[in-house]
């Protein structure tokens, strides 16, 4: 009798220290930070990779909020309020702005934590996060040009963004044909990569991987997925924007699986779009996710 007591004291044991590792992992897990009008404004919302565990980060009732990346240590997330630029701490306290004379849209914190990059009204801008000092690395020169869709190379020493360059714009569309350009954070050795024979139209999304490839979205309303190599200029359509819609690609920090969406649902699939599992928890509306890097220095 004594030894099954003991039994079943041991077991519940094991049963308590398995619902705290369960737990521990849940919240150890990474997490999407995304925008969304869930509650009638612009706000910034993060919830697990399988949709649950929803937080609304941000509360306003004027300007929206917008556009948030993480630090690369997943301990922040930095994201425009209007078209400032603002720092909070991962759940959500801690706001403040970053103190710049800038209009900000799509920012991406740089690999090494010490800047951020942004577009101004078609210009590519760094802010350094310790002094608050911009620095213009691209501007546009023809009126209708314009820069957008700034991201990091994995070792931080160079910016991938999306350009029309010297072309002229489309003016019946009001779409110009886009190419990426490549430039060091100080602005030097600016080099044009071409998507093919005459740009695209709607790119954006930039992932520029470990292995220099990147993986972007292209065409009239960002409608297929496609990557780049940059050893050789060549490209991969990995969706097929006949048979579904299918844009906004984030790849995750471990470059082994991505968001995506498909006709407006998230959901996550590998880098060859094999299969997408949709988020089913999620919200209806999201904008521009971002995928939480882990630290490695955490208690997780």
């Known amino acids: ?28 897990a990474p997490r999407i930070a995304f925008a969304s009008p869930e509650d009638g404004d612009m706000e910034i919302y993060t919830m697990r990779i399988d949709g649950t565990d929803l937080q609304q980060l941000t509360i306003n009732d004027e300007d929206y909020d917008d556009f948030p990346t993480w630090s690369p240590d997943g301990t922040q997330i930095a994201y ?32 090494d934590g010490h800047y951020i990059v942004f577009e101004d009204n078609t210009r590519i801008v760094i802010v350094d996060l310790t002094t608050f000092e911009t620095n213009i690395i691209s501007e546009t020169e023809l009126r209708g040009q314009y820069n957008s869709s700034p991201a990091w190379s994995p070792d931080g020493t160079r910016i991938v963004y999306t350009s029309s360059g010297d072309r002229e714009p489309q003016l019946a569309l009001f779409l ?21 024979d005459f740009g695209s139209v709607g790119v954006g999304n930039l992932n520029w991987l470990s292995d220099e490839r990147i993986i972007y979205s292209s065409g009239d309303l960002y409608s297929s997925v496609s990557m780049i190599d940059l050893t050789d200029n060549s ?24 968001l995506i969406f498909d006709r407006g649902q998230l959901g996550i699939t590998d880098l060859t779009v ?21 630290n490695d220095d955490s208690a997780c």
């Open 235 to 258: 490209i991969i359509q990995l969706t097929d924007y006949l048979t579904s819609i299918f844009y906004g690609p984030v790849v995750a920090p471990n470059e082994q699986q991505m």
């Open 1 to 28: 009798m004594r030894i099954m007591v003991i039994i079943f004291f041991l077991l519940m044991i094991a049963g308590v220290d398995g619902a705290v590792a369960q737990e521990t992992s849940d919240d150890c």
């Open 176 to 196: 110009p044909r886009l190419d990426f350009y490549i430039v060091n954070i100080d602005g030097s050795n600016r080099t044009r990569v071409p998507i093919g």
């Open 80 to 111: 425009t309020h209007g078209f400032r630029l603002f720092i909070m701490d991962a759940d959500g306290s801690h706001s403040e702005e970053v103190p710049i004379d800038h209009s900000v849209r799509y920012p991406a914190w740089s690999p």
């Open 274 to 294: 094999s299969e997408i599992q949709v988020i089913e928890n999620a919200p209806e509306r999201i904008f521009h996710p971002a995928w939480q890097p882990q």
